[in-house]
Structure formats: C-alpha cells, structure tokens
C-alpha cells in the first residue's frame, strides 16, 4: 500500500485542511464555472473529490457530477448529498472509470503529484483527456 491510500482516511489529514470549507468551494467554482462556460446539464467528474464540497456546489448549479476519490471514509460521507445528478464513488484515479463521456474532469486542490512512479502520472493523464 502507498501512504496516499491510507492518509487520508487519517484524522490528521482533515485536521491539516480544516480551514478549507464550503465557502471558499463555492468561491472558486463560481469563478471555474464563469470562465470555462459550461452549459448547464454537463457532465463533470470531481476527481478525487475528498469530502465533496466542490462536487455538491457544481451539483447546485445545475452539473450533472460524478465525485471520485480513493478515501472510502470520504466517499461515504459525501454519499450523504447523493442525488439522480449526484453520485460518489471510491476510485483510484489512476485506473479506467466505466463511466458516460464527461464534458469535464476538475482535479482541484492537492489531488495530483503524489505518484512515486512516473508511469502513473503519465497513465492518469491519458485516461482522463482526449486525444
């Protein structure tokens, strides 16, 4: 196992980012929404999501949203906000979803650049972009 797969399921991980909260969420997805111009409906995975504070905003806004992330104790407390056009499910981002075609993937905050194997980095991005 590698320390990511189990830090954040660690009180320490949510001690360190206690201050991130559905406030500032909301702030900066006003403003991601406003400069990408999504149409509403569209469909967007929040990739590694944490405790879904991004996921629910973009859900208010009209996005059919898909949250990802690899903390199990994550994933089941956001499954709390789950609705027809919100879902949560534990996923490694580095391997393939069975999933629709999405209009977006949001990687945000501190999710990428723990892979010690660059062939990881390099595998999570060609599963997540178009060619």
Request: proline share 5%; glycine share 4%; hydrophobic share 35%.
């Amino acid at each position: 196992m590698e320390w990511f797969e189990s830090w954040f399921d660690t009180p320490y991980y949510h001690l360190l980012y206690s201050n991130r909260d559905y406030t500032e969420a909301e702030n900066f997805i006003t403003k991601l929404t406003a400069d990408l111009q999504l149409p509403p409906q569209s469909r967007i995975i929040d990739l590694a999501c944490g405790k879904g504070r991004h996921s629910v905003f973009l859900n208010k806004l009209g996005y059919d949203v898909l949250g990802l992330d690899l903390s199990r104790q994550s994933i089941e407390s956001d499954k709390q906000y789950e609705n027809q056009t919100l879902i949560f499910q534990v996923h490694d981002m580095r391997n393939p979803i069975d999933a629709d075609p999405m209009d977006a993937v949001f990687n945000l905050f501190t999710s990428f650049g723990y892979f010690d194997n660059e062939n990881d980095d390099k595998r999570y991005f060609n599963l997540y972009t178009t060619p």
